[in-house]
């Protein structure tokens, strides 16, 4: 693949950081919205196509972590409440993306490489998390509590076989995003002339602010924690009260609801604060070292985000997946034209 063209190649640069951008602030909301399960793992998949994109149209040394950089900037500044974890995941991407498209010459295997293991660091984060959270005993009582519902005799490590699952469940829409993002790069120069119909007239929507966003997935991690407590608690009282057969024994449950309580007070009081500031201290000094390309990012959010809500409504006819195939059509014609 040839770098000429590199002026041209800078706008599109801009374009599709700002569309990484609101793939991290406005997908989300709307996979909420149309109630699409797996958001998290839709969002994730939007920041993977995006960096196939800028390593597909802008082949330029650096060029993505550059653009991860400006990301996780915009990201501090629209959300403020984002947690550590999610600039982890940002970095992660970027750096693996830097990684494996060094060389163009097996760019749809990059592409599927980057999916996979994007999306399963983002399923071992979340097992790290619920194992800091609730230590080992919480793996030990769903091994015991899986055990008697189904009357198992002998001991079987269901909660390994669980989280082993949910890990090559990721791998393998890693694997199919992977594809579909190599796919739909690849073709993108050419939709611009076979799908004339997709092409979205500019507007004076294009001037509209771009607010900070609310922190929906903070709230997803929330609830999850609530219910995994309201199970503890009623675990805990179903053995204590002797109400039927003890699924596990009381002080299993009240140890590990106590251990998560203090863990989770520990982090949003001390170590997550902490280490937001220190994020954000290295993410400022970042921001006025590249002031000028966030600045050009700036003049495009809008403008993309017309596209971006726009594609949205043009790909209402589709449903599911489907919907996300076409919407994806739209957003790349009226991006790269």
Same mark, same amino acid.
């Given at each position: 693949m040839k770098t000429d063209s590199i002026a041209f190649d800078k706008q599109i640069y801009y374009r599709l950081i700002a569309l990484w951008v609101?793939?991290?602030?406005?997908?989300?909301?709307?996979?909420?919205?149309?109630?699409?399960?797996?958001?998290?793992?839709?969002?994730?998949?939007?920041a993977v196509i995006c960096i196939c994109l800028i390593a597909y149209y802008v082949p330029v040394k650096g060029a993505i972590l550059k653009a991860t950089i400006i990301v996780a900037i915009f990201k501090m500044m629209l959300s403020p409440h984002t947690p550590p974890t999610a600039y982890v995941a940002?970095?992660?991407?970027?750096?693996?993306?830097?990684?494996?498209f060094f060389n163009l010459r097996f760019f749809r295997l990059s592409c599927i490489l980057l999916a996979v293991l994007a999306l399963v660091e983002s399923a071992v984060q979340r097992i790290i998390v619920v194992t800091v959270l609730?230590?080992?005993?919480?793996?030990?009582?769903?091994?015991? +509590? @899986?055990?008697?519902?189904? =009357?198992?005799?002998?001991?079987?490590?269901? &909660?390994?076989?669980?989280?082993?699952?949910?890990? #090559?469940?990721?791998?393998?829409?890693?694997?199919?995003?992977?594809?579909?993002?190599?796919?739909?790069?690849?073709?993108?120069r050419s939709w611009s002339i076979l799908h004339r119909e997709y092409l979205i007239p500019q507007t004076n929507e294009e001037q509209s602010e771009i607010k900070p966003y609310s922190a929906k997935r903070k709230k997803k991690i929330?609830?999850? +924690? @609530?219910?995994?407590?309201? =199970?503890?608690?009623?675990?805990?009282?179903? &053995?204590?009260?002797?109400?039927?057969?003890?699924? #596990?024994?009381?002080?299993?449950?009240?140890?590990?609801l106590l251990r998560s309580l203090l863990i989770i007070l520990t982090w949003y009081f001390l170590l997550s604060p902490l280490l937001s500031s220190l994020i954000k201290k290295w993410l400022s000094g970042q921001q006025i070292k590249s002031q000028s390309d966030i600045?050009?990012?700036?003049?495009?959010?809008?403008?993309?985000?017309?596209?971006?809500?726009?594609?949205?409504?043009?790909?209402?006819?589709?449903?599911?997946?489907k919907r996300l195939s076409v919407f994806c059509k739209i957003v790349l014609v009226n991006t790269l034209r």
């Open positions: 609101l793939c991290e602030a406005v997908l989300g909301g709307m996979m909420h919205a149309v109630k699409i399960p797996f958001t998290g793992i839709v969002v994730s998949s939007g940002v970095f992660f991407q970027g750096l693996m993306g830097q990684i494996l609730y230590g080992s005993s919480f793996w030990k009582a769903l091994n015991e +509590f @899986i055990r008697k519902v189904t =009357g198992e005799t002998s001991v079987t490590n269901y &909660s390994l076989a669980v989280a082993t699952g949910y890990v #090559i469940m990721h791998a393998f829409i890693g694997l199919l995003v992977g594809v579909f993002a190599g796919s739909i790069v690849w073709q993108s929330q609830y999850l +924690f @609530i219910f995994i407590w309201i =199970g503890l608690i009623i675990l805990f009282l179903q &053995s204590y009260l002797h109400i039927g057969k003890p699924l #596990i024994p009381p002080q299993v449950p009240l140890q590990i600045n050009q990012v700036v003049l495009m959010l809008p403008s993309v985000r017309n596209i971006f809500l726009k594609s949205w409504q043009l790909s209402s006819s589709a449903k599911g997946l």
